[in-house]
């Protein structure tokens, strides 16, 4: 096991690259079990998830080649397995991914069940509701979803609520379906966009993609194609959080101004100075102590939840009193408790946290709980005096690229140790 220490104190100055998006790359990893020729991917970043993904498309007899550069080449033609084993499931719930591509291509896929996580129960009901429109037959047996298919067939599925990777699944279903398929209630994320084009890439017929209602002709046999990953837009706004929580100026380069609006809004409402170019976004906190915010998750275009622990750290070393909303997820809130061992004020009112800002954190040792909770705690401990040590860090390590490094390259005094203290299980987010 492994922990970071952090030195605070320091606000943060520079520039740093943004990686490739994990949320792009997982489920395009997936749609490479469609072809049956090499589907080559570029701009892949170096994650823990995306070491998962190739595990267990390797699992499967996939064969993947990486190469320099960030790219990987992914050919599916040797598929010899259709399932996804809970060990590699429970360790990554994006691992859902697979069974629309396995069901599509190859009528049948045994997937585990991925279960209860840190964030909340997270359910994957819509995603088998969407296939047996599709006319797959599902069963759960010994927490194994069983889905068989002759072809699949379109259909028109509205979605009871807006899910990202419930939309992937079932739009890369239906690139192979028999007829058209129509998804309404889809969500509009950037990365169900940059799929979209990916699979466009490989000859599929798609429509919509980016507004609710997506429409997918079914094609017979999709070919290879080469994909570069979108840059990451939670990442990018990490770093820019980061910059207002510590009073400082940062400007992330490689990245899409374009795909942050809700958060460079609330950036802006902090009273820091956002300026931007086509591939960069620059925040300049240097002036003041931020001004409380508040924020309300939901999803796409409104307020990213993946962006809510990062804010609770601005909300906490804010001038006032912010109110910070989840709506997406029901406990996402377990960062709080760590924030309050460094002296943030927190009182959680059903599913808002009301957070009055203080002038000052102070470093303590904290755990990480989930993926964004845990660089959230990271933020904390550069903004905070003293020393902070972050353990269960291999959640950064799930969704952040060379987390310690891009920090200290704005500055940051932050190493990673090894850690002897046992630590409990794993818990996917
Ligand atoms: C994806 C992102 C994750 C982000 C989340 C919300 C990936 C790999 N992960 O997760 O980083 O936090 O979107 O933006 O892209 N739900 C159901 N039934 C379903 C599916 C979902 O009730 O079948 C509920 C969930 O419990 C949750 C809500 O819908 O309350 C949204 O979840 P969803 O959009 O599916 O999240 P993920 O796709 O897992």
Not at 110 to 137: F, K, Q, Y
């Amino acid at each position: 096991m492994e922990m970071l220490r952090i030195e605070g104190g320091t606000p943060l100055a520079g520039e740093v690259r943004a990686s490739g998006a994990k949320n792009a790359t997982l489920p395009v990893l997936a749609a490479s079990l469609l072809l049956d020729e090499p589907l080559i991917i570029e701009n892949v970043p170096h994650l823990e998830d995306v070491t998962t993904s190739n595990v267990l498309l390797a699992h499967m007899g996939v064969g993947v080649t990486m190469y320099d550069n960030m790219a990987l080449a992914v050919d599916a033609s040797t598929i010899v397995r259709c399932e996804a084993p809970y060990d590699l499931v429970k360790t990554m719930r994006a691992s859902i991914l697979v069974l629309g591509p396995l069901l599509a291509r190859r009528g049948h896929a045994d997937v585990s069940l991925p279960g209860g996580c840190a964030i909340g129960s997270r359910p994957v009901d819509i995603h088998l509701a969407g296939l047996e429109a599709m006319g797959a037959e599902i069963t759960v047996e010994g927490g194994i979803i069983k889905a068989r298919a002759g072809r699949l067939t379109g259909t028109r599925f509205a979605m009871e609520s807006v899910t990202v990777t419930g939309t992937e699944n079932l739009m890369m279903a239906a690139t192979l379906a028999d007829g058209d398929t129509v998804l309404e209630n889809a969500a509009r994320e950037p990365e169900v966009v940059d799929l979209a084009q990916c699979l466009v890439a490989m000859g599929a017929e798609i429509q919509g993609a980016g507004t609710s209602t997506i429409r997918i002709r079914g094609k017979s046999r999709l070919h290879g194609a080469r994909h570069r990953v979108l840059p990451d837009r939670i990442e990018t706004g990490t770093f820019l959080a980061a910059a207002v929580a510590t009073k400082g100026i940062v400007t992330v380069s490689q990245t899409d101004p374009a795909l942050l609006e809700a958060t460079a809004e609330k950036l802006a409402a902090t009273g820091a100075r956002i300026e931007s170019g086509s591939d960069w976004i620059r925040v300049d906190a240097s002036a003041q102590r931020p001004r409380a915010v508040n924020i309300r998750t939901s999803p796409y275009p409104g307020f990213a939840t993946d962006m809510q622990a990062q804010f609770c750290v601005i909300a906490a070393v804010a001038n006032g009193t912010s109110s910070v909303t989840e709506t997406v997820f029901e406990n996402r809130f377990m960062h709080a408790a760590e924030l309050e061992r460094m002296g943030a004020m927190i009182r959680p009112e059903g599913n808002t946290l009301v957070i009055t800002g203080q002038p000052t954190l102070t470093g303590a040792p904290v755990m990480a709980t989930d993926l964004r909770a845990s660089v959230s705690l990271v933020i904390a401990g550069i903004a905070a005096s003293g020393t902070t040590d972050v353990r269960r860090v291999y959640h950064i390590d799930r969704g952040y690229e060379c987390v310690e490094e891009k920090m200290a390259q704005l500055g940051a005094q932050i190493q990673r140790l090894p850690d002897k203290q046992p630590v409990g299980s794993t818990v996917a987010s």
